[in-house]
C-alpha cells in the first residue's frame, strides 16, 4: 500500500479521520510516542493494526478518548478511585485498565477480560479522535521489538508501505510510553512506569503495588500481568552495558575497555571529557529530558553499529524509573556496578 503523510493542520486532520471511519489505520503523534490508530470498536480495524506492526496476537492494545464521556461504554463500571485519577492526570499520560464491557471487540485484549484506556493530550490526537468520534485503539507505531518511534521519521523507517497515513505532530513531549495502572484487582498495581509518576499515583490512590515486572526479568514461563513485559523489548544488535558508578568511574572504565568500534550512550555535558565516539540521551540531572531522547538515542546505536555500548546509569526517581525500565531492557538487564 501507499502511505500518505499528513501534517497536523486541519485539512490533513479532516483526511486522517476520514480513513479512519473508513476502516484505515494511520499513524498518530500524541504527547509520550506515536501510536498506529485505528477503530476500537471493529475486530478489523484492530487486526490491521496488529498485522502492520507484526505484534504477538495475544498483547493487548489501550484505547484512546479525547472526552471523559466515551470512558464508562468501554469498561464495567469507573470506580471512584478510577475517575479521581482521571480528574488529576487526564489529559495526559496515563493509560487505567478495568474490567472491559461487551463493546470492546476481542482481538484488543486478547483473551483478557480487562480493557486499557488513556486520554491524550495532545493537541492533534485529541482533533482526530474528536472528528473520528469513535475511540482509537494505538499501540506505539513502531515495528514491534523497536523502540518506540518519537517523530514522525521514526514511524516512516519502520511502517512506510504497512499504514494508510502518518500524521507529523513533530517531536513527541514526553517521549516514553504512557503510566500504566491496573485497577481491576483490589490494589492498584502499576505495570509500567510513565511520565505519571509512582508518587503521583500514590497521592491519589494511596498505597499501589509496583509490578515486579517494572523492576526485574519476568522468570522464564512466568505469567506477565501486562502482557508487554513478557516480550523482548528492543534490544540494538550491540551488545549494551549499563555501568553503574559516578561519572569519574564511567570515563576510567571506558578509557581502559572502550575501542573504536564501541559506543558511549552519556549526557550531554558529558561527551567532551569522553574517549569514543558518544551518543547522548538528554541532560544529566534532568530525567524529563532523558525520556524524551532515549528511545531516538537507541535508534542512532543501531545506525552507528557499534560493538559495545556503555550506557550511564539513570537516576531511577520521579521519571527516570521509566527511563531505567526502558533502558534496563534495552541492555537485557546486563548492568556493571563499579
Ligand atoms: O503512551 C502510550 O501508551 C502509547 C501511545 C501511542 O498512547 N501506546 C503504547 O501502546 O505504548 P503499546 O501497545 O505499545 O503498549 C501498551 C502496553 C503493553 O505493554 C500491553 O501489554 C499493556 O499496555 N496493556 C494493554 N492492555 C492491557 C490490559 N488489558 N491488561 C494489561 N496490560 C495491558
Ligand atoms: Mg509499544
Known sequence: MKTLYLSNDQQDIARAAEILRNGGIVAIPTETVYGLAGNALRGDCVKKIFDAKGRPSDNPLIVHISDISQWAPLVKSIPESAMALAEKYWPGPLTVILPKSDIIPKEI??????????????????????????????????????????????????????????????????????????????????????GITPEMLTEVLGEIVIDDAVYNKLADGAVAASPGMKYKHYSPDAEVVIIKSSFE???????????????????????????????????????????KHIFDALRQVDKAKAKTVFARFPEKEGIGLAVFNRLVRAAAFNIIEL
Do not use: W
Request: proline share 6%.
Open 249 to 291: 568511574q564511567y570515563k576510567k572504565y571506558i578509557d581502559e575497555n572502550g575501542t573504536s568500534d564501541d559506543v558511549a550512550l552519556c549526557f550531554e555535558e558529558e561527551v567532551s571529557d569522553l574517549s569514543i565516539k558518544c551518543i547522548t540521551y538528554g541532560k544529566k540531572d534532568d530525567p524529563s529530558s532523558q525520556a
Open 109 to 194: 485484549c486478547g483473551k483478557l477480560d480487562t480493557v486499557a484506556v488513556r486520554m491524550p493530550s495532545d493537541e492533534t490526537a485529541r482533533a482526530i479522535i474528536d472528528t473520528c468520534s469513535f475511540p482509537l485503539a494505538a499501540p506505539s507505531a513502531n515495528t514491534s521489538g523497536k523502540p518506540s518511534p518519537t517523530t514522525a521519521s521514526h514511524v516512516r523507517a519502520d511502517l512506510d508501505g504497512r499504514v494508510d497515513a502518518i500524521v507529523d505532530g513533530g517531536e513527541c513531549s514526553v517521549g516514553i510510553e504512557s503510566t500504566v495502572i491496573s485497577l481491576a484487582d483490589e490494589v492498584p498495581r502499576l505495570l509500567r512506569p510513565g
